[in-house]
């Protein structure tokens, strides 16, 4: 049986000449063979040509069960056969609200409302409109700024992109954007200075709120990893110094958890490694097991009370999307959950990171690796011209997008970022399918850096 009704070159030439892809020059596409997927089976993607390939980055970091799930599928058919869409503006759905109750259940405790959207972008467009808002209805109007943190990515939007500060996406929109202040994001791999990175940030941090609390609506952070930069790791303690800068000089501070969330870690949520409950939660990616376009913001009774007053008093929070609270998508995140505790998944990434981190320990060693850096199931290898001095491959050389290239070949999917190679597993792989996407990356990695 052929896997596609359609040839490859059908479908590659309808692609190139009608379809845009995202994040991607057209131009290199146009020249290059894309590759055009097919089917899903467990944690492979099958291109319309019949090769399989391990999907070494979840799809942009989304899969948690794999693909082509027997539970998963069976949960989106059911709610097919009752209704695929209603709206969530003045009144509600079943599976919006019963996931509204598993969501507060997972989260740290706390987080106590559940206001949905559709991707990580408007989940955070959210939680900035909330932020600013919240001040606002309190009467505290000067507070209207925000804090991010250097390479920081929220996301695509205007708003997510005025608290982003990764200069090659975001540099050039700068005169449509508002303005953040930015403290650095501790990357000790790469930081110079007396202090360390952690207390670099933090004494940023301090400052800032010390001089310019009375205009800050809240701190913006990606906890514990930083992850489009280069998957960068905050150091054990500074994600619960920055929290009690913020409570202490009342600032909200709003945990985006787009990449983190669910498992990805090694706990359910970034947050929980430090023991720290953000004001605002901004999660999608993983919520639907990498299925469905679901998000949500999550926010606490205090934040929430700010907007619950008489209509009269105009403090509702007017934002919403069309397809906000979707049936078929709360659906299939539901039975994510119910599958993701009766495989005790969380606890699964958590030991089998472990096992990951050794098979990764041989490739620190390599000429070109400058630093390997994993927590959970989230992993980032710096590759670099010169080990000894840390000088990066010029972007012009493209050393990531050459290795996941030779990837590809071997049989693995994945996306760099910039000389970062990223490991990003569905988080149901287990310890043999981590140790061939690992040896795959190894060997690439040789090919290219070495070769
Ligand atoms: C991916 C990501 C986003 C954006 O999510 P989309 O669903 O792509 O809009 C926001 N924040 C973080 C931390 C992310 O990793």
Known sequence: MSISPY????????????????????????????????????IKLIDVQGKAYYDGFSSVWLNVHGHNVPELNQAIVDQLNQVAHSTLLGMANIPSILLAEQLVRIAPPGLTKVFYSDSGATAVEIAIKMAFQYWQNLGKTGKHSFITMKNAYHGDTIGAVSVGAIPLYHEVYRPLLFSPYTIPYPYPYRHEGE???ADTT?????????EKADEIAALIVEPVVQGASGMILMPDGCLQKMAELAKKYDV???????????????????????????????????ITGGYLPVAATMTTERVYQAFYADYE?????????????????????????RLMEQRRLVDEVAQKSEKLGEMLRPLAAFPHVGEVR??????????????????????????????????????????PLGNVIVLIPPLVSTEDDLAAMVDILAASIREVTEG
């Open 7 to 42: 040839s490859y070159e059908e479908l590659a030439r309808k692609n190139k000449e009608y379809l845009w892809n995202p994040f991607t020059q057209m131009k290199d596409y146009i020249a290059d063979d894309p590759v055009i997927i097919a089917r899903g089976e467990g």
């Open 195 to 197: 202090k360390s990175a």
């Open 202 to 210: 933090i004494a940023c941090l301090e400052q800032l709120l010390e």
């Open 252 to 286: 909200l501070l709003i945990a985006d958890e787009v990449a983190t969330g669910f498992g990805r870690t090694g706990k359910m949520f970034a947050c929980e490694h430090e023991g720290i409950v953000p004001d605002i939660m901004t999660i999608a990616k993983g």
């Open 313 to 337: 008093e105009q403090k509702t929070f007017f934002h919403g999307h069309s397809y906000t609270g979707n049936p078929l998508g709360c659906a299939v995140a539901l039975a994510n959950l």
């Open 374 to 415: 994993q927590k959970g199931f989230m992993v980032g290898i710096e590759l670099v011209r010169d080990k000894h001095t840390k000088e990066s491959y010029h972007w012009n050389e493209r050393i990531g997008v050459r290795v996941t290239k030779s990837a590809r070949v071997r049989g693995l999917l994945t996306r």
